[in-house]
């Protein structure tokens, strides 16, 4: 590969654009996935990929590459477009989450690539397996989640070990990518392990395979026997959160509507909150409470446990005074 | 409301899609969104998302609620439903990520609905602002990321917090949505404090004002920075982990093939790594490596402090044989 950026734009310049199919079905696909896919002089991307939109590349010339080959797709992208093409690098999903963006920047970057070269580049980003699949499902993305890869061919285990770890603690919603292939069989068994940690065993567990094509499956488990369950490389694995449920087979998370308003009597807000505001136990009511807590003999040690936050942050939080109109207000509609 | 749940379904059976929009421009909207759109009799959203929709929704009932009322829209939704309407309930982004999808199965299992109603419920995924935003600064997304939604009105602090000191510390990029607005400033500021006692200050950090929208604005800054910038209630901050780079303007995630590819020589493996295989830091190799560091005197609290992983999951590791022909090829290759 050599840089041409210096040499001023060609008339028939290239281009690179980084698609997200979605989910697999044409029905989920943007407007602009489709158009940059008929746009394209050639199409590049995993074999498993390019059969999802056989309906879409008729006459294109076509790189298929293997799981593997993510860097080579990126440098075929780059060969084609430096010879004038328009070419479509396909991802399943977004292809900025785990897809093809990162490697296709490193490998442009490592060519001396940048963005005022002729050849120009576009994202064009689209539902990930985490949404797809959670539309399956219910809607157990309402609140705060992670996705964490478990696939160790590029990452430590260690790295992947303390995320699970970590977030398992902090009770986000959690999809696991990659959770499992022919050779990769342990992972989740150990990703079991550390989330039975933190984790009532009855936590709600999706495992969706396929998601909107032809062999969809969902699986709803709970967390204390997602290992057993059929888990393949097309799976994505959805962890609940200590307040996801399932009723009806769906898997809800709620939002947190019933901190605020009584969700059997008529949705008004119950005493001491108010609609639009944050919660008493929001950052300036919290704060509040902190300072008189702490004015009232409890040590930041105490508070720090109470509140399971590192007593540094506990001890640089009560240092400056809560004294804007806000708190003032806060305190007021928590009396 | 009352639940019909045994009646059988009328011929004009009413129904609810729940659908992402995307970023609010059409060319990023899936097709089922819009066929969603188009053959509903009502459409139900926040007035700034049904803005964004205008030119699909034309001689349609349109009903408008304004940010808190999610309730109500929910509500609405099922009572058109109920009289026998179409009704395409909006989000932006995905429905499921903090969107309607949650709130609107809450307000239907309240009301007695279940999935054998002859009111239907579909969601329509769609690409979240974390995909959006992600794609218009470069490819911060290719490892681990987690979203956290930074408003108390309905989560009370110390929940946010620990979750936000808890990816702060394992590594994770971080989309922080509803950062700020009016009347909460504050949040965006502790946020930055929990995050800096864990990552360098010159950690990269992208700040997207709506994404593929008319009035888009994005800005680059760093972590110690962060707070300082423009943020607004349409705004998503964007924080890399201590891998993420920014170069030319673009802010990249590797995946980590600098891992196991000598990236600047013809991509080639290095040295005790192999294509298509864990690496020898993987799970496998590492658990080889830890019962070879054990047998060699190691401890297990200075195993758990080196690996920065619990003492206890650590011993119940080593508990475990490794003896699996997996293992053996992975002390095989890593030799």
Known sequence: MTSDSTTPAAPTAGRIALVGIGPGSVQHMTQRARDAIAEADVVIGYVTYIKLVADLIEGKEIVRKSMTEELDRAVSALQAARQGKKVALISSGDAGVYGMAGPTFEVLFQAGWTPDDPVQVEIVPGASALNSCAARVGAPLTHDFCAISLSDLLTPWPTIARRLDAVAMADFVVALYNPKSGRRTRQIVEAQRLFLRHRRPDTP?????????????????????????????????????????????????????????????????IEGERPGRSLSTGLLGWLQNLHLEHAAGVDVHTLATRYGLPVDYIAATLQEPCTDTECQTSEETSA
Chains 1, 2 share one sequence.
């Open 205 to 269: 567990v999706a495992i969706v395979k396929s998601a909107y094509r032809r062999r969809e499956h969902i699986v709803h488990t709970t967390l204390d026997r997602m290992a057993d369950a059929d888990i393949g490389m097309l799976s994505t694995v959805l962890i609940g959160n200590s307040h996801t449920f399932v009723r009806h087979g769906l898997m809800v998370t709620p939002r947190g509507y019933g901190n605020k308003y009584d969700m059997a009597d008529g949705g008004g807000a």
